[in-house]
């Protein structure tokens, strides 16, 4: 397992998902060709960076679903698979690989989800106490939406509008390409200025650094101080530290 390094910088991690976000096939005028209708669905956004949409699970309306690309299954909570009488697939229990931790999950088959132009039937999902979720964001989250239901759409998260919006949207200038690695959204940055892959996760409230994948020419200040991450799998504490400069594209985000 990596060991994770960490320092609080919600101002840069909504930067960097208004960057990355943004559709990445674009014709000359600057526009994507799959649609040409943008479809604006609003969302609002809980301790500044978790972003909850309404939509419908198994045909249970006014559902909160937390969109979060830095996961590729999406999640149901145990109290909604309860109450949709969700029923597990095989007899085992697994587990799932989250920062410092396993969690406990067991899998499932949502009959339909629907969340603006996203229509899914028959969905793969995995099953959690999201309980944890409810005491960060003050609301009950009845699942989390990743990239498996979120990828296939272009779309684009606008933290000033407040909108999750699919369709024909204009590219910034400053967007930069991602790759999809293991079904996640990476992109290339710089740490210190040493390449870094970066994972997209707009769950995340911190930059989250691995000392062991990092290239060994990036020298970090560590801090005293800590910062508690709660995820899955519980509480974990992560040494804060300092970076003297940080970049992805052209765009600087020290």
Known sequence: SHSPLGFRTNHLV????VIVLAPL???AGGWAKHSE?????PFTLYQNHLVVAVGSLGGL?????LIDTGTNVCMVDTATAHELGLEKVGQRIGGMSVIDGVAQIYYSVLPTMDLGPIHRGSMPVAVSNLAWLHDKAGVRIDAVIGLDALAPLNFQIDYETRT???GAIRVPRSAVPAMKTDGLLMVQAQVNGAPV???VDTGGSSLVLFAESLPKSVTLQTLQ???QLTNLAGQADLRKLNIKTFSIGETSLN
Do not use: D, G
């Not at 909504?14 to 998902?17: A, F, K, Q």
């Not at 209708?37 to 669905?41: F, G, S, T």
């Open 225 to 227: 101080a800590t910062s």
């Open 25 to 27: 096939v674009s014709s």
């Open 14 to 17: 909504r930067t960097l998902i």
């Open 164 to 166: 999750l919006n699919f």
């Open 37 to 41: 209708i943008v479809q604006r669905i």
């Open 61 to 65: 309306e006014r559902k909160h679903l």
């Open 197 to 199: 892959n970066l994972m």
